[in-house]
């Protein structure tokens, strides 16, 4: 507790006990305590939606998530993670939408550039899609050590039936885990 309240970025003690913790049924049970103790701490609900997100549980993640963006509209870890909840829940206009915001607050993380792309590749129209498509590139060029970034690209390339690029960029992936 001591640790938690000495650094303001920490997780709150009963979050951090539940990510510590080996045993599902207690990491539930701390969970559950940390929200108790901090149901308007931005902390504990980007924990929690992180948590519940990890466990599958998308309808707590994307409580937990809309409860931190409430606190904190402009927070990076609430947008972020609200975007990918609504993602994973096929929301992707809802999506676009929080990882949009994530993006214009750290233009340049490649994890919310990454889904960003993934999300806009989702939407209905070509615009979107193409969109989604340069920001994969712009990720992959930006970050070519980063093989999320660059199976992100293959990814999209693959679904946009752009079938050269998508080798190139899958042969890039397969070459790099085969070297390590």
Known sequence: KQ???????????DLMMAMLSKDPAKSAQWVAI???HGPNDLRTQIGAANYFLKEGQLAKAQQHAAQAVKLDEKSFDANLLAGIAAQAAGSYAKAVDHLSRAHLT???NPAAINQLALALLEMPDKDSQERGLMFAQIN???NPE???ALTTLGWINFRLNRMVDADRA????LGARSAS
């Not at 640790?3 to 003690?13: E, M």
């Not at 899958?170 to 992936?173: E, G, Q, R």
Request: without cysteine; aromatic residues 4%; negative net charge.
């Open 106 to 108: 750290q233009p340049a």
């Open 140 to 142: 992959a060029r930006n």
């Open 34 to 36: 940390a929200i108790e």
């Open 3 to 13: 640790a938690a309240n000495a650094d303001p970025a920490a997780l709150p003690a």
């Open 170 to 173: 899958f042969n890039v992936v």
């Open 146 to 148: 980063n093989l999320d």
